[in-house]
């Protein structure tokens, strides 16, 4: 197993534990649990209730694509493959930054998040995503090259 196996494997496991939590525990503050959303145990109506409720079953949804299309290049892939979805993999991660980053930030800020600062530890977490597949990517390249 090479470093980029480890590095997509290590990444199912972690995002398939989420994927439990969004699925049986949405109100989890553990992990992609939403409980962290003071306005997702505040929904007033049946309605915002129902679209939560829908929004967090997508976003598990979404994920799952990404672990099956995961385990698929780990379990068929060459090496070259599993380069191209690491290198893909660094890139989709990295958008958190570019949209979501900046919303988390400002609901922390305003104190809808519980507990406050969530938005520093998932920051931390993406980024250690981010970390562990151009670390995975940067080793392979140096010892087998492109």
Same mark, same amino acid.
């Given at each position: ?91 989709? &991660? ?9 919303? &988390? ?7 809808? &998040? ?33």
């Amino acid at each position: 197993m090479n470093l980029l196996s480890i590095a997509m494997l290590v990444f199912i496991v972690m995002e398939s534990a989420n994927v439990a939590i969004l699925y049986f525990w949405p109100g989890s503050q553990l992990g992609n649990g939403v409980g962290v959303f003071n306005a997702f145990h505040h929904s007033e109506n049946d309605e915002q209730k129902l679209f939560a409720s829908y929004l967090v079953n997508w976003v598990a949804g979404v994920k799952l694509i990404f672990i099956f299309l995961l385990g698929v290049i780990l379990i068929l892939g060459d090496e070259t493959v599993q380069l191209w979805a690491v290198v893909a993999m660094i890139l989709s &991660i990295a958008t958190y930054f570019w949209r979501l980053h900046p919303i &988390i930030r400002k609901l922390d800020a305003m104190g809808c &998040i519980t507990p406050k600062g969530y938005s520093k530890a998932l920051d931390g977490m993406i980024a250690g995503f981010l970390l562990l597949f151009t670390l995975a990517l940067a080793a392979h390249i140096l010892t087998k090259g492109i």
